[in-house]
């Protein structure tokens, strides 16, 4: 029995630790994978996430512009740019500022004191809900702001008087960085991206 374990017994030991090698290489191997897989997950959660956020996002603006063109339809009196205001808090992280139209494209109350007065019947979110009397929330083209020289995003609403009649627009100016912040995050690496403009 010596002679038998003298001769084998450095083969063993290399066996025994190439056998323990391998299992930790196992180990490693499988938390490493799940760890990918956790990341992956938590990536994808994200993701989603983000999607939903931006999605709950557009859809306060949604309702905030519905609440405004409302509140517009049936006061008596013009709505003041202070009363406005009062609707930015909840959307204040996407919406730079909120105004309104009369019938004509002349900007009656906005929470950018410079922009009233302003003729905004030119603008295509205008012409859209002037020429469309079923139109409802609308995102504009992104554009280059002319007071802020950045690319700003307009959404809209038309405001209709109790009788249906169109007598108005209500805006809310968004910065497009809500949007691009989703795309990066649910877009994969080999997708493409294409930007169009109204002739297509």
Do not use: C
């Not at 760890?35 to 557009?58: D, P």
């Amino acid at each position: 029995h010596g002679d038998f374990v003298a001769r084998w017994l450095p083969a063993l030991v290399v066996v025994l630790y190439l056998a323990i090698f391998m299992i930790i290489a196992a180990a490693l191997w499988w938390v490493r994978e799940h760890t990918l897989i956790g990341g992956e997950k938590s990536a994808l959660s994200l993701q989603k996430a983000q999607a939903a956020q931006m999605s709950s996002s557009l859809d306060i603006i949604n309702f905030t512009l519905r609440d405004i063109a409302h509140d517009v339809a049936n006061s008596r009196q013009q709505l003041p740019s202070e009363k406005l205001r009062g609707y930015i808090p909840d959307v204040a992280s996407s919406v730079a500022n909120i105004g309104y139209t009369d019938a004509s494209g002349k900007v009656i109350a906005h929470t950018n004191t410079a922009a009233v007065n302003l003729d905004f019947a030119s603008r295509s979110y205008f012409k859209f809900h002037r020429d469309n009397p079923d139109s409802g929330f609308h995102l504009s083209e992104p554009f280059i702001g002319t007071a802020v020289v950045r690319a700003l995003i307009i959404a809209s609403r038309p405001i209709h008087t109790p009788s249906g009649k169109f007598s108005g627009v209500v805006t809310a100016v968004i910065d497009p960085a809500i949007f691009g912040a989703y795309w990066r995050q649910s877009s994969d690496s080999d997708t493409t991206i294409s930007v169009y403009d109204s002739n297509d």
